[in-house]
């Protein structure tokens, strides 16, 4: 028998034969997830190939988060269609406000172990943090799911990415995110899959894994997978049967990253490997600093960028915050633990749970020649909806440091007040 | 196919292609491609031929799945795109859509140049300007039983659902 990666295993199990990378293999896809963007075309093209009952309604999820809440009369109505075709079809529908799908799909529990996961969305690559196979797909493919419950897929090649070491304090797994698309570049990986593996796997909360899953996308992968330890079975509060990978799997590629040598990473514009250290953009200035997305918009996230922010004595004059929670759970955490207020306090723009302007569909846009840094996976020209803005991609801690200082700027710079450190020098000037 | 090349440079995403809050308006690819390449390009969609073709460098239309960035050009009346990779939903998406991904080293193609693409036959691409002639792979299995049936929904519907 030969041996397999996780991503060969589990699209076996689900083709209900034995496959390998290069076959093509007709799959039982156990959950699938579209939103506000995706669906309406979906509908068109359930239309078109004669659809009339969607085969599993119980493994279909439905998300309004790209327009929410509704920017304008049009999408009021793409999200009425949407409304009508769930309640007809007995469809679980997350309706405005409730966040991010790939937020929800994880939170809700739908997730689980072994899945295979398809959804009219790139960044459905999230769900491979929970040992799962997770892929995007447009919207034609989905009316072909819903109809049929069933996918054809090419099984890719595995990279092996092996994690050692832990990360240093200052840095995140959003820099490890980056610094990955800097050393594969943005197709370096197309057509492929991403497999974490290594002994700095453990280290890594399930939520740190959701945002290098989600990051696959931005390197060309078909899906980003880890395997399960007790980090997933904690998130998940049960143990499953991980999927692991045998010794001696076959890779296309072996990459080794020491996260103790990490140091803070962002992308500059317009491309998502546009890469360097933060301390080599030290100095640009930043206009609005954007903490949300299904990258960055979880509680954890927002509790990093808040401890920058305490320790730097709130943002610089003239610098939009913009809070944009993943969830409203997410929101809600932030909302009992005060917080929010803090946000509030410091003068942050809260935005209603969703995808917000990460796509420039709603929630706020920069100005003209805006310098934007923001927690979200994509920098393109005119992608949060201004193409004379430009945007810089880093963690949580990093946006938080450019809004303290007005400038991109190291987070490990600022420290807590106790430590008897203050504001880098230039801050609020 | 005979057509006259369009040409764009490496990485082009699909929000470059046509952006999401064009898509919020209306879905309507006559609609849509009246801002084809809109920031890019501001002059693409006012000049593009029914039968010209695209013609890119790596990576083209990476970023979002979103597959008006398929149809809008299928409804400017582009039939097929070159480029020397594509992202892979991308790939898929024009494929499900009658749209002719072609894999080929389109470094020496220039605006403008006349070009006869054959993706069936003689897998050749000539370009009728300049004179050079580059192969392309055939699309095999699957995605080619799915352009041949002229997209998905024409496929879906004569095989009620996927077959290999």
Redesign the interface.
């Known amino acids: 028998m030969q041996h397999k990666t996780i991503s060969e295993k589990i699209l076996s199990l689900k083709a209900g034969q034995d496959v390998r990378s290069g076959q093509?293999?007709?799959c039982d896809v156990d959950c699938m997830i579209a939103n506000d963007?995706?669906t309406?075309?979906a509908l068109?093209?359930f239309d078109?190939?004669?659809g009339e009952r969607v085969l599993q309604p119980e493994n279909v999820v439905f998300a309004m988060d790209?327009?929410a809440p509704a920017?304008?009369q049009?999408?009021t109505q793409?999200h009425e269609r949407m409304r009508k075709f769930a309640a007809e079809q007995k469809i679980h529908t997350w309706e405005i406000g409730q966040g991010i799908g790939h937020q929800l799909i994880v939170e809700s529990g739908r997730v689980k172990p072994g899945m295979l996961i398809v959804g009219?969305?790139?960044h459905t690559v999230t769900c491979g943090a929970l040992n799962t196979f997770a892929t995007?797909?447009?919207?034609?493919?989905l009316?072909?799911v819903l109809?049929?419950g069933?996918?054809?897929l090419r099984v890719p090649e595995s990279i092996k990415v092996t994690l050692r070491g832990e990360l240093r304090p200052g840095v995140f797994p959003k820099d490890i995110a980056l610094a990955l698309a800097l050393k594969l570049g943005?197709?370096g990986a197309?057509?492929e899959a991403i497999e974490f593996d290594g002994p700095g796997v453990p280290s890594l909360t399930l939520e740190d894994r959701l945002v290098l899953c989600n990051f696959v996308v931005e390197m060309?992968a078909?899906n980003g997978v880890f395997g399960g330890d007790e980090q997933t079975w904690k998130y998940l509060g049960t143990q499953y049967e991980p999927i692991v990978a045998d010794p001696r799997a076959e890779y296309v590629r072996k990459i080794v990253m020491d996260l103790d040598k990490l140091e803070p990473q962002v992308a500059k514009p317009s491309?998502v490997d546009n890469v360097v250290p933060v301390k080599k953009a030290e100095g640009t200035e930043i206009g609005m600093v954007y903490l949300g997305t299904c990258t960055g918009g979880r509680t954890r996230d927002f509790h990093q960028a808040l401890d920058v922010l305490r320790a730097g004595g709130g943002p610089a004059s003239g610098v939009q915050v913009v809070v944009t929670p993943a969830s409203n759970q997410v929101m809600q955490e932030l909302v009992a633990d005060g917080s929010l207020s803090e946000f509030l306090r410091m003068g942050a723009v809260v935005v209603t749970p969703g995808c917000g302007s990460c796509?420039?569909?709603c929630g706020a846009i920069p100005g003209d020649n805006v310098n934007v840094i923001s927690t979200a996976n994509?920098n393109?020209?005119?992608?949060m909806?201004n193409?004379t803005a430009s945007i810089y991609l880093a963690s949580p801690a990093s946006c938080a440091a450019a809004a303290v200082h007005g400038r991109i700027l190291d987070p490990r710079e600022i420290r807590p007040a106790s430590s008897g450190a203050t504001k880098p020098t230039g801050a609020n000037e | 196919m005979k057509g006259r090349a369009r040409l764009f440079g490496d990485n082009i995403n699909t929000d470059y292609i046509i952006t999401s809050r064009r898509k919020r308006e209306n879905l309507d690819p006559q609609y849509l491609r009246n801002y084809l390449f809109e920031e890019l390009d501001p002059s693409f969609a006012a000049t593009v031929k029914p039968d010209d073709f695209l013609v890119a460098g790596k990576n083209f239309g990476c970023g979002s799945a979103m597959e008006v960035a398929v149809t809008a050009v299928v409804g400017a009346g582009i039939r097929a795109v070159l480029a020397k990779s594509f992202s892979r939903t991308y790939f898929r998406n024009a494929v499900n859509n009658g749209l002719i991904p072609i894999l080929c080293d389109t470094s020496g193609i220039r605006e403008g140049d006349a070009l006869d693409v054959d993706w069936t036959h003689s897998f050749e691409i000539r370009n009728r300007t300049t004179g050079v002639v580059v192969t392309t792979e055939p699309i095999r299995g699957i995605m080619r039983e799915i352009l041949d049936a002229g997209g998905l929904v024409p496929y879906f519907r004569n095989k009620g659902g996927f077959q290999l």
Not at chain 1, 136 to 141: F, M, P, Q, V
Not at chain 1, 380 to 383: D, E, H, L, P
């Open positions: 093509v293999a007709i963007a995706s309406p075309m068109d093209y078109a190939m004669g790209h327009y920017p304008s049009k999408a793409l009219a969305d790139s995007g797909i447009g919207s034609s493919d009316a072909a109809i049929s069933k996918i054809w943005s197709d197309t057509y060309g078909k491309q796509c420039g569909t994509r393109f020209k005119g992608r909806g193409g």
